[in-house]
Structure formats: C-alpha cells, structure tokens
C-alpha cells in the first residue's frame, strides 16, 4: 500500500494548477486548496517515493512546502461558553494555529460551560464535539477549577481531551479525563504573541500532532477499508453539487472518515451509492449518518477487520 | 491622586494572582479607564468561587457644556452662528446634539475647526448653545465601569453586588448566593484604599 505524506505548500497563484497536475499525475491528493489574494495554500497527500519531485516543482514554483502534520484532522476547540471572557482570545488563537499544521478545526462553544458548580454539557454537544477526531478544551486561570471542577465537563466524551489552562505547574495526571495538558494558555484579554505564549501554542500543536500520530498507529494495525481521502476524491468526481458548496472545506477530512457539508436528506443515498472501481459502494465501507452539524453528512469508515476486505 | 497610584490583586496562589492582573490590565485599556482609575484592589478566591473588587476614582471634571470647549459667536448680518472648536474630543457628541436641533442640512463644517449653523434667530440659539451640556463624562463612566467589572470577572460569576457612589466603586461577584460578609468585606477593602491603601 501506498503511504501518503501531509505537507503544505504555500505560494504564489501563478502556475499552481502545475502542482495539482502532478499531484493527479503521482496519484496523491489535493485535501484543500484556499486562495487568498495572489497567494494559494495547497494542503495535500504527496505519496512518500515522490517527495523530491514535488519538493523540486515547488522550489521552481518559488513556492515552500512544508510538512502538515495535522492534516486530515478535524479538531474540536471547545470553550465553555462563546462570550466575550473567552472569545476572540484565547480560543480563536488556539483554533487557528492548529489550523497551521493543516488541521480543520471547529469551534464550539458550549451553552452552559461557564462557572464552578452550575458548569454542565448537554448530550447534542457531547455528540457534536464526539464526531471529531480530537477535543481540545480551553479553559481558565484558576488551578482549582481545571483539576477539580471542569472535568464533569470531559464525561461522555470519547475522543482525545487536550486541555489548555493558564496554570504552568499542573501536569497532565492532575486532570482527571485529560490525555494532555498544556499550560500558559490561560484566560487572557490581549492576542497571544509573547513568547511563552507562543511557546505554549507550540507545544499544544506538537502534542496533538502526537497525539494524532498515536490514533494512525493504532489504526495502522487494524486499517480502514478505504482511504478517507480516497472517499473525498470519489465524492468530488462523483456528486457534482459539492463544488457549489460555498464553506472553506466542503469536504472535510477526518482520521477516521470524512464530513461531507451537504444536506442529508438531498443527498445521503448518492453518497451511498458512491461506486469505486474495485465494484464496491460506499455503504459496504461505511457507515454514513446525520452529523450533528448543520444537517451535514457524516461518514465513519469501518475497518478492514470489520468489512473483510480493503480496497 | 496619580491614575493608578495603587494596583493591588491578591489570590492565594501568586501565578494566577499574575493572570488576573493582567486581564485588568487589558481591560482597563481596551476600555480606556486607566486615567480614570486611583486605586484599585482586587481580591480572588476561587475555591469559594468569589470576586471583590473596590475602586477610588480620581477627578473625572463634570458635565461639559459647549462654552468649555468651543467659542460660539452669533453673526446676525449672514444669520449665522460660528463655533470655532478648542478641545477636538468633544466633536462627535456636539455635532450629534446640533445634527439633532437643527438638521444637517443646516450645519457645514469648512474646516476641522468651525462649525457654522445656518439660523433665523443668531442670537437666541448662540446663547442656547453656549449652555448647552455636551457630554457627561460621568455617565459614560459608569457604563465603562459596569462593563469593566463584568468582562474582569470570571465568567461563570453571575450573582453580582455592585455599589457605585461618588468617587467609590464596590464591586462583588460569585457564583452561588452574595453572602453579608463578603459584600462587608468588599467595603472594608474600599476604607484600605481610602486611607492610602496599606498593604
């Protein structure tokens, strides 16, 4: 089987449909393509042997590619609530530098997430925030609060928690729930761009990119029985109407599936219906639900253990 | 009284006693008070989920009418009356007032400085003006001090006390019932600082 390498390049507008030639040529994938003034942003899977044929392109291109550890990672930033205490810092700034390593993230703020005692989740958002690949919840100041107060917030929740608070001395074992802590990231007014700020930015996406690495470990053992980015290329040839789709990624790539930004009702059986070339559809590889999201369509492939056969 | 001649935030644990300082800190500027702020304390204790905070303002002037910050002049032979600007912060809420009273058709400004109103009466609405209040810095900065005061405390903090008398600003939040003696608490901070703050 082919390993796809995550990278990122970023570039000038001009000549850049070379890249995505040649990606169709070295059969990798294009996740995303944002375009943004003069400059593009490709995020792809380039297939491991061909590395040095794109790193040279991209060179010619005047263009740098760097490795996207995050992609095809859909992360869920929660924060408890969307008011002004934790919006637009801290939480924006955590969403959007995990966006640098190439993830998709998703901001949500939760209806009752705010306080000590009366702090609380409802069972729609544990099931929204569960439909990613990894949560990271950003919360205060106070060491009291994230080590023993908070965490009712984590039950019910399947995923990777990643926890951000202000306390540098906490450890990862005093927040019970927890997968990772990382501090410095407290509640704070101003935009992080201190150092130890951005420091603690840094240490938050390595640890998830860790963390990330750990779940494809684990899945490498028992693999999926299709390639979600395999699944976005079929659905892009296949179901027209997702080119009209207006939102930033119409497509979203997850580590174990993908979300697909179209209304189930309209289009759920088309997607099941999704042929490959081996003769298979896609409802015998997946499982394809209502995501909690906007009426989308969500789609969780099964693995190979489970189907029998990989494709 | 200096602007912020005392800043004192006090937690049982020094890093987030840091943290918090610094959120007032920012706040305070984004919502432009340090200048109107002498002495503040804060008081955090978490663990009874409780927020007091007390401040002294300094001397924020009172109501300002046109004449302190504009010449206005009445010119009866062109039906005019001229008011030449002396303190530019006051603009906003004086053309506001005047786009009010005599409609903007009425109003040019021929430079950054002047503003002529067009009338029949020169005279009459020259001496009006002139009393006119134009803005009430007070008022605007009890609803920044309101503001303030919530975007500082802790979110989940939702019962709150707040007392707002003179230069004197009480301020107690918390997440379960207000009891007695934090409000009381709170009180005994502000006489600390009215006395000159001792630590």
Redesign the interface.
Same mark, same amino acid.
């Given at each position: 089987m082919v390993v796809l390498l995550p990278y990122l390049y970023t570039g000038g507008v001009h000549k850049h449909g070379l890249l995505i030639e040649l990606m169709e040529d070295l059969g990798g994938y294009i996740i995303q393509k944002v375009v943004t003034g003069t400059e593009v942003n490709l995020i792809m899977l380039i297939p491991e042997k061909d590395i040095d044929i794109v790193k040279k392109l991209s060179h010619e291109l005047l263009g740098v590619l760097m490795e996207a550890p995050l992609t095809g990672v859909e992360i869920a930033v929660v924060s408890?609530?969307l008011?002004?205490?934790?919006l637009p810092h801290s939480a924006c700034d955590i969403a959007e530098y995990l966006r640098h390593p190439g993830a998709n993230t998703n901001m949500i703020g939760l209806a009752r997430g705010?306080?000590?005692?009366?702090?609380l989740s409802m069972d729609y958002e544990r099931k929204l925030i569960n439909e990613h690949d990894i949560a990271v919840f950003t919360f205060?100041?106070?060491?009291?609060?994230i080590t023993k107060k908070k965490p009712k917030l984590f039950e019910g929740i399947e995923i990777p928690i990643v926890v951000t608070g202000?306390?540098?001395?906490l450890k990862t074992e005093d927040v019970p729930g927890a997968d990772l802590y990382i501090g410095n990231i407290?509640?704070?007014?101003?935009r992080l761009r201190r150092t130890e700020e951005i420091n603690a930015l840094d240490n938050l996406n390595e640890g998830v990119s860790k963390i990330a690495s750990e779940i494809r470990q684990q899945q490498a053992k028992d693999p999926l029985a299709v390639l979600p980015a395999r699944v976005m290329k079929e659905i892009e040839n296949q179901v027209p109407e997702i080119r009209r789709v207006l939102s930033p990624a119409p497509l979203t790539l997850q580590l174990d599936g993908l979300r697909v930004k179209l209304p189930y009702d309209e289009f759920h059986e088309k997607i099941e219906k999704l042929e490959f070339d081996e003769g298979v559809v896609l409802s015998e590889l997946a499982n394809i639900s209502r995501s909690k999201m906007k009426n989308y369509i969500l789609i969780k492939i099964k693995s190979k253990s489970d189907v029998g056969f990989a494709i | 009284m200096d602007s912020l001649e005392i800043f004192v935030v006090e937690s049982a644990?020094d @890093?987030?006693q840091e943290?918090?300082r610094?959120?007032i800190e920012?706040?305070l500027a984004?919502l432009k008070l340090a200048p109107a702020i002498g002495r503040i304390k804060v008081v955090?204790r978490?663990?009874d @989920?409780l927020f007091q905070m007390a401040i002294i303002l300094r001397d924020v002037g009172t109501r300002v009418t046109t004449i302190d910050i504009a010449d206005v002049e009445a010119k009866p032979v062109a039906g005019e009356v001229m008011i030449s600007i002396k303190k530019e912060q006051y603009i906003p809420e004086l053309l506001g007032k005047l786009w009010e009273r005599y409609g903007k058709a009425n109003i040019s400004q021929p430079d950054r400085w002047t503003v002529a109103i067009t009338t029949d009466k020169p005279a009459e609405e020259a001496a009006f003006i002139k009393e006119m209040m134009v803005a009430d810095p007070r008022h605007r900065l009890h609803e920044n001090l309101v503001d303030f005061a919530v975007?500082a405390t802790?979110?989940?903090?939702?019962v709150r006390y707040h007392l707002y008398k003179g230069n004197r600003f009480v301020f107690v939040a918390s997440?379960?019932a207000l009891k007695h003696e934090w409000i009381e608490e709170a009180g005994a901070m502000l006489e600390e600082l009215t006395e000159g703050g001792k630590k």
């Open positions: 408890p609530t008011a002004s205490h934790h705010m306080g000590r005692r009366v702090s205060g100041s106070f060491s009291d609060c202000g306390p540098a001395e407290g509640r704070v007014s101003h | 644990i @890093s987030e943290f918090y610094k959120i920012d706040n984004s955090l978490p663990e @989920s975007r802790p979110e989940g903090f939702r997440e379960e």
